[in-house]
Nanobody, 124 residues
Framework: QVQLVESGGGLVQAGGSLRLSCTAS????????MGWFRQAPGKEREFVAA????????YYADSVKGRFTISRDGAKNTVYLQMNTLKPEDTAVYYC?????????????????WGQGTQVTVSL
């Protein structure tokens, strides 16, 4: 069983930055692909970013490309999402997810484990 715990959410003004963290349990974290998704009220869960198990490949939704950066630290079993130039439309609950086969995808059904989510609110 893999447990994912997100942190770093909060309230920020438009144009500001936040860094989300997701720490995973388990000794095989380095073999997992990791993703970040978000869900705003009344909307479906959408892909934000993903990183391959070695960290050599990253993928982003068009809406965040150039503003968000996903990275991972194997020694800390942690994946990060650095969010810059935040916009009100980035407001959502952000979830991290793990694909134990090591495949970084943009579709949430392909991820095996999910965190509880962390709220990000961007005000004008």
């Amino acid at each position: 069983q893999v447990q994912l715990v997100e942190s770093g959410g909060g309230l920020v003004q438009a144009g500001g930055s936040l860094r989300l963290s997701c720490t995973a349990s388990g000794r095989t974290f380095s073999s997992y692909a990791m993703g970040w998704f978000r869900q705003a009220p009344g909307k479906e869960r959408e892909f934000v970013a993903a990183i391959s198990w070695r960290g050599g490949s990253t993928y982003y939704a068009d809406s965040v490309k150039g503003r968000f950066t996903i990275s991972r630290d194997g020694a800390k079993n942690t994946v990060y999402l650095q969010m810059n130039t935040l916009k009100p439309e980035d407001t959502a609950v952000y979830y991290c997810a793990a694909n134990v086969q090591g495949i970084a995808t943009m579709t949430h059904p392909t991820y095996d484990y999910w965190g509880q989510g962390t709220q990000v609110t961007v005000s004008l």
